[in-house]
């Protein structure tokens, strides 16, 4: 039997007695394959890996070791908020590791995108190899794999919980909700006890701002890139976009055009506004946006943040666009 397909008679978690019972027969699962070892996490923060602690913490408790890796690719104070909601919120073993400088310059100069996804998830999991070394019975290593990681792996995308592991990985993976759809995901969530600011949060993909900055990762287009997709998300919160679309984000190319500024021409790069709905991430289509909240997002933007000089509107569905641009 392949582990990895969801089986055709597998019932749909759309209510918390469905998300409660699943939640039983994966602590019933982790606990059999776990014994009294130790597993290792990626907690980036997401909705993914945020489930994936919560059930681990409820099956294991504190042999779960929570790693947050900080690899320069975090949304802006993201960091910040792993930390302040598991370790100081629900108490984890939480390990905290920066290793930016380590991500980028592995990073300079590298423009294709399926090289820098296999670059961030080989070296997220050294880093992990590397913790692992410094604690005592650390034979597994969970992940937030969903369903259409699985799907996309095979074709579409290399993702960084499945096309980016080494062969000569020492640990057993331990993936409890790698046969869910992201919206099952949020049900289990809930069910879990989890705050709604962290259930429904959007999907950010494990590379992070790294397949967001398009090409050849420069720190100062990075920078750029986090501060205007703050500003979009912020505004996203005011006018309350953010309760009724699925992913929003900004993209920056490895392009300028030429502007003014000061009443001096000045070459930016352009920022692009990627805002989509759907329930399985297999299809998407394009959210509308009003105009008079995006003359807003493009004003701040072109005027708060240093470097960009325009902002674009993708309205391209999936298919035939990707959700991410690369």
């Not at 820098?116 to 604690?135: C, T």
Request: charged share 30%; with cysteine.
């Amino acid at each position: 039997m392949n582990t990895n397909v969801r089986p055709e008679s597998m019932e749909r978690i759309t209510t918390k007695a469905l998300a409660d019972k699943f939640i039983n027969e994966q602590v019933k699962l982790v606990r059999e394959q776990v014994g009294d070892k130790k597993v290792l996490l990626a907690l980036s923060g997401g909705v993914d890996s945020s489930v994936v602690a919560a059930l681990l913490i409820k099956a294991i408790g504190k042999q779960l070791v929570c790693v947050h890796v900080n690899h320069g690719l975090m949304r802006k104070g993201e960091s910040e908020q792993v930390i302040e909601v598991f370790k100081n919120g629900l108490d984890a073993n939480l390990i905290y590791v920066d290793a930016t400088d380590r991500f980028l310059d592995l990073l300079k100069g590298v423009a294709e995108p399926e090289k820098k996804r296999k670059i961030i998830g080989g070296e997220f999991i050294k880093v992990f190899d590397e913790e692992a070394a410094k604690l005592d019975d650390i034979k597994f290593l969970a992940q937030g794999t969903i369903y259409p990681d699985i799907l996309e792996s095979d074709g579409v995308k290399a993702h960084h919980n499945v096309g980016g592991l080494p062969e000569d990985m020492e640990m057993e993976l331990v993936e409890p909700v790698k046969l869910l759809y992201k919206d099952e995901v949020r049900v289990v969530g809930s069910a879990l006890g989890l705050p709604d600011e962290m259930v429904y949060r959007q999907p950010f993909p494990g590379p992070g701002l790294g397949v967001r900055c398009l090409g050849a990762i420069t720190r100062d287009r990075l920078h750029a890139l986090r501060e205007a997709d703050a500003i979009l998300r912020e505004e996203f919160d005011n006018c309350g976009l953010a309760k009724t679309v699925w992913q929003y984000f900004i993209a920056v190319p490895d392009m300028k055009s030429v502007g003014v500024k000061n009443d001096k021409r000045y070459e930016g790069w352009p920022a692009i506004i990627r805002a989509v709905n759907t329930t399985d991430a297999m299809t998407a289509t394009i959210e509308e946006i009003p105009y008079e909240v995006l003359h807003k997002i493009t004003n701040r933007i072109t005027n708060e943040v240093d470097g960009i000089n325009r902002v674009l509107l993708d309205l391209t569905p999936k298919p035939i666009g990707t959700i991410e641009w690369e």
